[in-house]
């Protein structure tokens, strides 16, 4: 594999994103559209990096491998199963360690680059 170069994913037109998927509803919170754009997938599934975005709304967290996102456009907030509360916006980062479970809520439409493996 060679290097794997995700450029400008900022202003990456929200049209070239493949999926659309909406999540499980959280109780009758608005559900947001789920979005993404796959820069590499290792043979197997082992790592997946990419640019994913989610318009306004809540979900569950339904990755359960080890995450690492850069977050460049939106704001949200995840709170884990044991209460823990993180705001993201552009510039942060986090890592998500396998099995992290919690509640997203996206207040402004979020784009994030990530790498995910198992």
């Known amino acids: 594999m060679g290097i794997v170069h995700i450029v400008s994913p900022a202003r990456t037109p ?9 999540p499980a ?4 919170l608005p559900v947001p559209r789920l979005a993404t754009r796959t820069a590499f997938e290792a043979p ?3 790592v997946e990096t990419g640019t994913w975005e989610a318009s306004p709304g809540t979900f569950r967290r339904a990755i359960m491998d080890s995450e690492f996102s850069h977050f ?4 949200a907030t995840f709170v884990t199963d ?4 993180f705001e993201f916006r552009a510039g942060d980062a986090a890592y998500f360690p396998a099995f992290s479970r919690g509640v997203w809520t ?4 979020l784009r994030k680059t990530y790498c995910v493996w198992k």
């Open 106 to 109: 996206i207040h402004e439409t």
């Open 72 to 75: 460049i456009a939106g704001h």
């Open 25 to 28: 509803a959280v109780g009758t």
């Open 82 to 85: 044991e209460g823990q509360r």
């Open 44 to 46: 197997g599934g082992a």
């Open 14 to 22: 929200a049209a070239s994103f493949e999926g659309g998927a909406t």
